[in-house]
């Protein structure tokens, strides 16, 4: 097994930090590696903001739940869908490029672009030594987000990246099955295998809670996130997504 299998396979989310600020080196080389990641037609249709600010920071903590590693943290990366260059780049070569930007298809790639990028990003500064956790908190409030990042229309911001020493490790969450994840050739559809595999995962993840908070926890997987599905949250994107010229068609 080579350095960047164990690199993958050993990430965790990690949340306690040093507090450290990033050096101009560790974010160019961080950025420099998101951008090395695949790109459908090479459109390229993401922008990162990296929040140097101490009080943007805390600002963007409390719209996401005011989590803690959202406002100490060496550097905090947001990654958004980007699609306003390319309707600069339609106006420059003269071409009505509309259309196409604002098609679900278009939409779904600048998703895609971002969270391609963003996982490079991540396991660039993982394989450094550093610590990341992902942020979608910030999409509880995407108006004060714009207003607070100055995204022009076609821009959606997606998601943080919080990057720093970590002070402590956390445990690794055992993820679903091999066979429960990977089909071969076609979806596999037997409801008796499908269902034997959720609850044995469910025993893995209760074992882990459970041993994790010394009994005060132990909660199965498909208990959590039911009872996640079932709280409805953030119901108002497809009206902020519309409203600043994505996916209308």
């Not at 990028?117 to 660039?124: E, F, I, K, P, Y």
């Not at 559809?189 to 041993?211: C, F, H, M, P």
């Amino acid at each position: 097994m080579n350095k960047v299998i164990e690199t993958i396979l050993n990430h965790r989310s990690l949340r306690q930090f040093e507090d450290k600020p990033l050096t101009d080196e560790q974010i160019k080389t961080i950025v420099s590696c998101a951008q090395a990641a695949s790109t459908s037609s090479f459109i390229q249709a993401y922008t990162i903001i990296g929040i140097k600010d101490i009080e943007k920071k805390r600002k963007l903590s409390e719209i996401a739940g005011n989590q803690e590693h959202a406002a100490k943290n060496g550097h905090l990366l947001i990654f958004c869908a980007d699609l306003y260059r390319h309707t600069i780049i339609g106006e420059q070569e003269q071409k009505d490029v509309t259309v196409s930007v604002e098609s679900t298809e278009k939409f779904m790639v600048a998703m895609i672009d971002a969270a391609l990028a963003a996982q490079n990003a991540a396991l660039a500064a993982e394989s450094m030594g550093l610590g990341i956790c992902y942020i979608g908190g910030i999409r509880n409030n995407l108006e004060e987000v714009k207003k607070l990042l100055k995204t022009p229309e076609r821009v959606i911001p997606l998601f943080g990246i919080a990057v720093d020493y970590p002070t402590y490790i956390t445990g690794q969450k055992q993820r679903l099955p091999f066979e429960h994840v990977y089909h071969v050739d076609e979806y596999q559809q037997d409801a008796e295998t499908y269902l034997r595999q959720l609850k044995d995962y469910d025993e893995v993840i209760s074992s882990y809670y459970n041993e994790r908070t010394g009994g005060k926890r132990k909660d199965r997987w498909t208990e959590q996130i039911a009872a996640m599905l079932e709280r409805q949250s953030r119901m108002d994107m497809k009206g902020f997504v519309q409203k600043n010229k994505l996916d209308l068609q």
